[in-house]
């Protein structure tokens, strides 16, 4: 679309000034060469420059779904979808489709990871990624992310309840059947296991195997996820115990946020820190604020690295590091278009087809009270379930989504349902459920739920690892393990492979924050390290350092970031440039500090590896 109507810009300039005649700008159309096209089952594709997928260009298309199958009167959308054909030509092997998270993200966008994961598979399968019905180039359902949920689904119309799960399984196997790709073997991660295990259940004969990285129940959970407080406490447990150092003299993560919780209950502090957006904020160290970082640090290393030193900062008087913690965790991703992400599709399908403690069927101010009711309950029942956060702080937080569904419309055509198995029972296909061992919003006794539920099934729990272990495996082990199981599911299934999860390396805390620093080489390791875990934090190509300065970035290959008096420590301003390749671990750092010249180089993903670096004589 951009390409075309810059073309169009051009040629009325060149008319305007009289240049070229209008026959002369009919030619040039006319001898631009065609797109290429190829026909896939009754579909043709056309290749689209925009869509690079493992260095090559991808096959796209659309398909026209009826919003409704039930009800033409609702008009059709065009479902958007990918192909990444064989590299050999030929189907020798089932297509992968790969099914992304949220719900919200499409799945073309993550195209690239998924043929990364895939690897050699690709040289005889086809890789297909769709574009869910309210997600990317399919209709997306444009809400204003701060808007109220009444007000996105009023937005949404006759619609608001056509977004469930069972219909975009229904989708997919439409599209499936019309690109005459057979059975296929799926890739869920996040919300697209939940996808998965909908279309497998559903439609099991286009189904021949499933992996499910970071698997979500759709049976047997309950509206608490009662799973989340333990994992998370876990969590924080294990990266300390496996960090020396960490923990000494009752300094253990959840001792120390147990402490803090109880200050900041009778008295709410605030702080100024570096947020994720290259800005300053006024931030409230209090217990929905804390929460939401606790249990984000799902996502990533950055928080199990830094929330014990934070936390101990912040006990003996020192607010900022923690503050920082808040502030990241308070990020929107400003001008992400809504092709990117869907916080209405997000409710929908939250509110059509997750469990809830109330009864959808009922109007809001019913709603209201069973939910007060149920809260009630769950207080006097398990006042813990969320230790050592209280239930109502839980709630009060972002992660606390129970409320969420209150004010959301009743669904008379398209009622709200769990969408389980029909029967109950999942078809006897062969699943893999992956689970990292740190994640608390898809936990590992959450995964072993699921694959409990299929007959023939085998959940690898990859250790020190958080939310999705196979996309972007810097680790080179669950991937390697997804095609495993995609080339010989029999031998997967037996326990052949998946030895290398136990052997991921811990992720190391930092062991403090001080204000000053003597050693100046340790403070400017600390200071690469600090950079990169920003970067990650980050939703700009810039930011700030804790105590002063600043930082860019560029490039991915590797990924340079260039530090510009950066204060971790209050007396050690750090400049120069921190070089590091994501896929390999490679880390070069050459800055200047303390009036000297220091150059370091190591692997962060090597166990056992001590990051250093030293002075130029």
């Not at 333990?230 to 946020?257: F, H, S």
């Not at 702080?393 to 419309?409: H, I, M, N, R």
Request: charged letters at 20%; one cysteine or more; glycine letters at 10%.
């Amino acid at each position: 679309m951009v390409r075309r109507v810059t073309s169009s810009v051009a040629a009325l300039a060149l008319l305007t000034v009289g240049l070229f005649s209008t026959s002369a700008i009919t030619e040039q159309v006319q001898a631009r060469p065609t797109v290429p096209t190829k026909q896939l089952g009754s579909i043709t594709l056309t290749a689209c420059d925009e869509v690079v997928i493992s260095g090559s260009k991808a096959w796209c298309g659309t398909m026209p779904r009826p919003w409704d199958p039930r009800d033409a009167a609702l008009g059709h959308f065009d479902l958007t979808f990918a192909v990444v054909l064989p590299v050999r030509g030929q189907f020798l092997q089932p297509a992968v489709v790969g099914l992304e998270g949220g719900p919200g993200y499409g799945s073309i966008g993550s195209g690239q990871s998924y043929a990364e994961m895939l690897g050699p598979l690709l040289a005889d399968r086809a890789l297909l990624v769709v574009d869910q019905r309210g997600t990317g180039g399919s209709s997306p359902v444009d809400c204003d992310p701060d808007g109220s949920v009444a007000a996105c689904a009023k937005s949404l119309g006759d619609r608001f309840d056509l977004f469930g799960t069972k219909l975009v399984a229904e989708d997919l196997s439409a599209l499936i059947s019309a690109l005459d790709l057979g059975k296929v073997d799926v890739y869920g991660d996040s919300y697209g296991t939940f996808v998965a295990q909908v279309f497998a259940s559903h439609h099991p004969d286009l189904v021949r195997s499933l992996v499910l990285d970071g698997a979500y129940p759709i049976t047997g959970e309950t509206a608490w996820y009662p799973t989340q407080g333990a994992a998370m406490r876990k969590a924080y447990t294990v990266v300390c115990e496996r960090t020396k150092g960490c923990g000494a003299g009752n300094t253990g993560t959840m001792q120390l946020l147990s402490r803090l919780l109880t200050k900041v209950r009778k008295e709410e502090v605030s702080v100024r820190a570096p947020g994720a957006d290259d800005k300053m904020h006024n931030v409230k160290l209090n217990p929905q604020n804390l929460n939401d970082v606790a249990f984000g640090g799902t996502y990533g290393p950055t928080t199990y690295r830094e929330f014990n030193a934070s936390l101990r900062a912040a006990m003996a008087g020192d607010l900022l590091p923690l503050g920082r913690l808040v502030a990241e965790s308070q990020a929107k991703i400003f001008g992400e278009p809504v092709s990117v992400y869907s916080t209405g599709l997000n409710f929908a399908v939250s509110c059509h087809d997750y469990p809830q403690l109330f009864d959808m069927a009922q109007p809001k101010a019913i709603r209201k009270s069973q939910y007060d009711a149920a809260v009630a309950t769950q207080i006097r029942s398990d006042p813990d379930l969320y230790g050592p956060f209280q239930i109502r702080e839980y709630l009060k937080s972002d992660f606390g989504t129970q409320a969420l569904c209150v004010p959301w419309p009743i669904a008379t055509r398209d009622p709200w349902q769990i969408p389980g198995p029909p029967g109950g029972i999942y078809p006897d296909i062969p699943t893999l459920v992956l689970s990292g061992e740190l994640d608390t919003i898809t936990t590992p006794a959450e995964g072993a739920m699921v694959a409990a539920q299929f007959a023939r099934s085998r959940q690898v729990v990859v250790a020190n690892s958080t939310h999705v272990t196979a996309m972007d495996d810097v680790n080179k082990c669950a991937s390697l393990l997804v095609r495993d199981f995609f080339a010989d599911q029999g031998a997967v299934l037996a326990g052949v492979g998946g030895k290398c999860a136990a052997k991921i390396p811990p992720i190391e805390a930092v062991i403090g924050y001080p204000v000053r620093i003597e050693n100046p080489g340790n403070g400017v390791t600390q200071t690469a390290m600090d950079a990169i875990d920003r970067y990650l934090q980050a939703v700009t190509d810039k930011g700030l350092g804790l105590r002063g300065g600043s930082w860019s970035s560029r490039g991915w290959g590797p990924i340079v970031i260039e530090l510009y008096e950066y204060r971790l420590y209050q007396n050690l301003p750090v400049s120069g440039s921190v070089r590091w390749d994501y896929d390999t671990g490679a880390v070069t750092v050459r800055a200047r500090a303390a009036d000297r010249n220091w150059v370091g180089r190591w692997n962060m993903y090597a166990p056992g590896v001590t990051a250093h670096v030293r002075e130029l004589d």
